[in-house]
């Protein structure tokens, strides 16, 4: 089988696109030529990310060079919910800093923001299969409604779900935390780790927020780990992959 790289691109917006924009030349310059792009429809309330026209536009030429447009959260922002309980509040405004939107949204809640963001994106003739929830913090009534509102596949820290197909791939995906200088330091060690325990796993995922970019040596590591990654991997899309994987296991089935 193919071995594969997919490098997502997380909480792609208005605000984020100059970031962005240097993330994707400097992956192409490396030759991952495609990214799964994991765009926000109202990236922390400020507004429909689709209703800017300049930055539609560039989401559609990147599509157009063979990158996927994901669907990421709705707002990327958690309400603060009432009786939480300690766990609870330690995930999500620790680890994710309060951005763990569908983490515990009901299922019709959940349902409306996902139809919502689907509308919006039929609108201007994108129509993503995928959807990542922000920290990939997916709770199990907000899965449901990602798998009734037809998402193709979701993602979470530890794997890929094939919804459609009702397959887990199991791949840890490496990511950076760049919040403070004890959580980068850390995170070059871990992914270094991380990194070396993957190399038999036919998928390697890469995840890189915009602010990677900012941080040199967290940004250095994440160049060599794409470097020494394409010496053996094909960049691909979730997307891509995901069609792939079915024609493969198809093939095989024949087979047998
Ligand atoms: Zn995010």
Request: glycine fraction near 18%; charge should be negative; hydrophobic fraction near 30%.
């Given at each position: 089988m193919q071995r594969s790289l997919v490098v997502s691109i997380h909480d792609v917006a208005p605000a984020t696109r100059a970031r962005v924009e240097r993330i994707v030349t400097q992956l192409a310059q490396s030759g991952v030529v495609r990214c799964s792009l994991l765009v926000v429809p109202d990236y922390h309330h400020l507004?429909?990310?689709?209703?800017?026209e300049r930055f539609t536009a560039w989401l559609r030429e990147l599509e157009g060079k063979g990158h996927e447009i994901v669907i990421h959260g709705f707002y990327h922002q958690r309400s603060p919910r009432v009786g939480q309980s300690a766990r609870q509040k330690l995930l999500t405004s620790v680890y994710t800093a309060d951005e763990?939107?569908?983490?515990?949204?009901?299922y019709e809640e959940a349902l409306r923001l996902l139809r919502k963001a689907q509308r919006e994106f039929a609108a201007r003739d994108f129509h993503p299969v995928g959807f990542i929830a922000p920290a990939w913090l997916l709770g199990a009534e907000a899965r449901r409604a990602v798998v009734d509102a037809g998402f193709r596949y979701t993602t979470t820290l530890r794997a890929v779900s094939d919804l459609a197909a009702g397959a887990e791939f199991v791949s840890q995906s490496l990511v950076y935390s760049t919040r403070s200088k004890w959580r980068r330091v850390l995170s070059l060690g871990w992914n270094r780790t991380l990194f070396s325990c993957l190399t038999t796993n036919p998928l390697l995922r890469l995840g890189i927020h915009p602010?990677?970019?900012?941080h040199q040596a967290i940004w250095r590591q994440i160049r060599a780990v794409v470097d020494a990654a394409l010496r053996d991997r094909r960049a691909a899309t979730y997307r891509s992959w995901l069609a792939e994987h079915a024609s493969t296991r198809h093939e095989t089935s024949n087979i047998l």
């Open positions: 507004g429909s990310s689709l209703g800017d763990g939107e569908f983490f515990d949204l009901d602010p990677d970019i900012e």
